[in-house]
């Protein structure tokens, strides 16, 4: 019996090691790769500002060209459905007589009502889990047994020697398209989209080694790791300008552009040619936290979306003129207003500034913790869903953490990090 399957790429916008396209491409007679742009994260939030802002637009634009291109070389072709609704996918199902979905697997509420409201119509979907370093069923323990802190989940995975799996290789052909599918059309840059580019960013995605998508991805991620700066990263992580501070590599990942087990087999290779020290260490300590956000979710699911998250506080009353200061960079404090100036203006922030823009937003205005992930949400580049909503209930004290709500001191910050002013100088002006 001849087998028509869709291959949906959501967060997986790569052909390297990608286990669920590897998946589909053994089961089928005929493949269709659809990529569905949910248009409805380009309408407002709550708050007022747009669910998905330009910088995301731009490189998001960037990637699915660049998967595209990747797919037509190898005589198949990516479909871009633009719709507000995961309806334009039953479209074409029906369209293309499709018998099933094949798509990673995505722990995050809204994701998941996405399948559920396709199986509800009848489709079948198999979903595949890929985008943890370990997979959870490599975990010493039972997903319902996770440790609520960080530092004894990572113990655990010393402890048990978890071993990474091999990256699977990149297919050299896929699945032919089915006989009556859509013509082949390369996809191309999104109409409207475009962002004002700032030369000061310190990921500057509109030169072509930053751009979204594999091909560009994979090349970054092997010229850092060729070079001797993964040897000095923890001594550098919380640097504040230029490209070279930390491994900049969150957004490829975000987007599924970059595998993050051939981004530890890059780290591997590079600590045998180098050397391995506390700062090839700490790379592979953060990659561990980025599993754990998504562990999280396997856990605790749609509790973690709650107001009060795994807590039981109230939630801070929304002040909308404290968060437009907070938004512009307006706030007085000029080592948070530099801070979110950079943030709006490139879609990017190092991982020390977050903090603390976050614990300002949090503590000193009492912020709604909410709002703040939605615009980080809004304007990061590399927004995860797993990560931003792990980091923001970490910080606000309603995540698994016992500790409490994290409070970083700005003007000891400021001192520490950026002592001669020379960030805040940079973003003195919006």
Request: glycine residues 6%; hydrophobic residues 40%; proline residues 5%.
């Amino acid at each position: 019996m001849v087998k028509t399957m869709i291959y949906w790429f959501r967060n997986d916008l790569r052909l390297h090691d990608n286990p669920a396209l590897h998946y589909a491409c053994q089961q089928v007679d005929y493949l269709l790769p659809v990529y569905w742009l949910n248009t409805a994260q380009h309408q407002n939030t709550i708050w007022g500002f747009v669910r998905q802002g330009q910088h995301r637009q731009v490189f998001l634009s960037q990637a699915l060209q660049d998967l595209s291109q990747q797919l037509s070389d190898i005589d198949s072709q990516l479909t871009v459905l633009v719709s507000d609704t995961i309806t334009a996918l039953t479209k074409f199902i029906e369209d293309y007589q499709v018998d099933e979905i094949v798509c990673e697997e995505i722990a995050a509420p809204e994701e998941q009502a996405q399948v559920d409201y396709l199986r509800s119509l009848g489709v079948k979907v198999t979903c595949i889990w890929q985008s943890s370093l370990y997979a959870p069923t490599q975990l010493p323990f039972d997903i319902v047994q996770l440790p609520t802190v960080f530092s004894q989940f990572r113990q655990k995975i010393e402890k048990a020697r978890c071993q990474v799996v091999a990256p699977i290789e990149t297919p050299r052909v896929l699945p032919p398209l089915p006989p009556n599918s859509p013509q082949k059309t390369p996809f191309t840059a999104l109409d409207n989209v475009s962002a004002q580019l700032d030369s000061r960013s310190a990921f500057p995605y509109f030169f072509s080694k930053c751009h979204g998508g594999e091909r560009h991805a994979l090349a970054f991620a092997q010229a850092y790791f060729a070079s001797l700066l993964p040897q000095h990263y923890k001594q550098t992580r919380n640097g504040l300008i230029g490209l070279d501070y930390s491994s900049k590599l969150s957004p490829w990942l975000a987007t599924g552009a970059l595998s993050v087990r051939y981004v530890y087999q890059l780290l591997k290779l590079h600590e045998q040619q180098h050397g391995a020290n506390d700062s090839t260490y700490w790379l592979w300590f953060e990659l561990l936290w980025r599993d754990y956000f998504r562990f999280l979710h396997l856990r605790y699911g749609k509790q973690l979306y709650r107001k009060s998250g795994l807590g039981h506080a109230s939630i801070a009353p929304f002040n909308a003129a404290n968060f437009s200061q907070w938004q512009t960079g307006t706030t007085g404090h000029s080592w948070i207003d530099a801070g979110m100036r950079e943030l709006a203006a490139t879609g990017y922030l190092s991982n020390r500034m977050r903090q603390n823009v976050a614990s300002y937003w949090l503590n000193e205005l009492q912020g709604n913790w909410q709002a703040g992930a939605a615009w980080f949400e809004s304007m990061l580049l590399d927004y995860d869903v797993y990560s931003n909503q792990g980091n923001w209930l970490y910080l606000a004290g309603i995540g698994t953490d016992p500790r409490g709500q994290r409070w970083f001191n700005p003007q000891k910050q400021a001192q520490q990090y950026d002592p001669q002013g020379g960030y805040q100088a940079l973003w003195g002006q919006a």
